[in-house]
T-cell receptor, first 112, second 112 residues
């Protein structure tokens, strides 16, 4: 199916473990983004990518790593999860000529 | 620092009432978007405004971009229960068109 999909939808992990959140889009959009959504903070940009092999930091990048070897995939890795990284994570994409983002359904991550 | 302030944060109204949500900033934006988010889902784009003073209508929703491109408003006429959700404004600052900054959101509940 066309669209942007995130996996898993829910994840519980322990402090200190590495965890990877997946994002896949089928439109060949150039731009992809990772946001986290927390009460009182809204949506904050973690990392973004303008094309394959081009990534850059957003507002809150510490503790996260991204890669983009293929246009359609943009995984987000928490190298050593901390409780402060408990959040809902959203992936989004945007075409070059478009303004609006298309968001995935999110991954709810709990770090215990 | 939150670049985009939304007000009110919460709004509970009855079906048929009118309402206005505001999105304000001290920064100038090249474009501004409004999204609606329902529980357990990602935000969905409603509209993009790009010209100062621009007004766009989407059925019962009217969006306005301020003349100075620092603020925006969303007016809903005759609200319906289906309008319930979290409304988010998001702006792209000049020179950073690929990255959106989101407001903290307005949670709207429309009851029968």
């Amino acid at each position: 199916d066309a669209g942007i999909t995130q996996s898993p939808r829910y994840k519980i992990t322990e402090t200190g473990r590495q965890v990877t959140l997946m994002c896949h889009q089928t439109w060949s959009h150039s731009y992809m983004f990772w946001y986290r959504q927390d009460l009182g903070h809204g949506l904050r940009l973690i990392y973004y990518s303008a094309a394959a092999d081009i990534t850059d930091k957003g507002e809150v990048p510490d503790g996260y790593v991204v890669s983009r070897s293929k246009t359609e995939n943009f995984p987000l890795t928490l190298e050593s999860a901390t409780r402060s990284q408990t959040s809902v994570y959203f992936c989004a994409s945007r075409g070059v000529a478009a303004y609006g983002y298309t968001f995935g359904s999110g991954t709810r991550l709990t770090v215990v | 620092t939150q670049l985009l302030e939304q007000s009110p944060q919460f709004l509970s109204i009855q079906e048929g009432e009118n309402l206005t949500v505001y999105c304000n900033s001290s920064s100038v934006f090249s474009s501004l978007q409004w999204y609606r988010q329902e529980p357990g889902e990602g935000p969905v784009l409603l509209v993009t405004v790009v010209t100062g003073g621009e007004v766009k209508k989407l059925k019962r929703l009217t969006f306005q971009f301020g003349d100075a491109r620092k603020d925006s408003s969303l007016h809903i006429t005759a609200a319906q229960p289906g309008d319930t959700g979290l409304y988010l404004c998001a702006g792209a600052r000049t020179g950073t068109a690929s990255k959106l900054t989101f407001g903290t959101g307005t949670r709207l509940q429309v009851t029968l």
